[in-house]
C-alpha cells in the first residue's frame, strides 16, 4: 500500500468528485502553493494512483435503457476457455465491466443495450454461442442507487 500524506489523500477525495477541477483550486482547497501541488498531483499520476480522467456519460440519455449483471459459467478452466472468454468479452460493446468471480460463476458481467429484445440477441446469439459457455445467468437492473462510486481513501488515514 503506498503512503500518502493528508495533502495527497484530500487531493484525490477532490479529484474524485470532480477530475475537471484546476491545480490552482485544489492547490487553494487542500492549503499548498500551486508548485508543491502540481507535483504531488504528477507524482500521483506517475505512480498509476491516478489512471485517467473521463467523462460520465448517462445510459439513458443515450438510449441504454437496460441495464443488466450478467453471470457466465464455464464447462471448464483447463482448454483454455477462460483466455478465450476474455479475449471475446473484451470485443463486446455491450460489455463496460467484466470480473472473474469465486462462487458458482465464473464470470460478472456488467451489460447495458436499448431494448429487452437487444438483451436477448446479446445473450442467445452472442453469448451462449461462445465456446466454452456452460450457463449464464442474467439479473435485471431495476435502480441505481448507488455508483458507479468512488474508491474509498479512508484506509490510508490511519
Known amino acids: 500500500m503506498p503512503h500518502l500524506d493528508d495533502y495527497e489523500i484530500r487531493m484525490l477525495d477532490i479529484l474524485q468528485r470532480d477530475g475537471r477541477k484546476p491545480i490552482s483550486e485544489i492547490a487553494q482547497e487542500i492549503g499548498l502553493s500551486n508548485t508543491p501541488c502540481t507535483r504531488r ?30 453471470q457466465v459459467r464455464l464447462v471448464s478452466h483447463s482448454d483454455g476457455s477462460p483466455e478465450k472468454f476474455i479475449a471475446a468479452v473484451q470485443r463486446m460493446d455491450e460489455v463496460s465491466a467484466c470480473w472473474t468471480m469465486t462462487g458458482d ?54
Open 41 to 70: 498531483f504528477e507524482a500521483l499520476q506517475e505512480a498509476g494512483i491516478i489512471k485517467g480522467f473521463s467523462a460520465q456519460v448517462s445510459r439513458r440519455a443515450v438510449g441504454l435503457m437496460v441495464e443488466v449483471f450478467v
Open 105 to 158: 460463476y465464473d464470470f460478472l458481467l456488467h451489460v447495458m443495450v436499448p431494448e429487452v429484445d437487444d438483451l436477448n440477441g446479446f445473450v442467445m446469439h452472442r453469448l451462449m454461442r461462445l465456446s466454452g459457455v456452460r450457463d449464464v445467468h442474467t439479473q435485471l437492473v431495476l435502480q441505481n442507487i448507488k455508483g458507479p462510486g468512488h474508491v474509498p481513501l479512508a484506509h490510508l488515514k490511519r
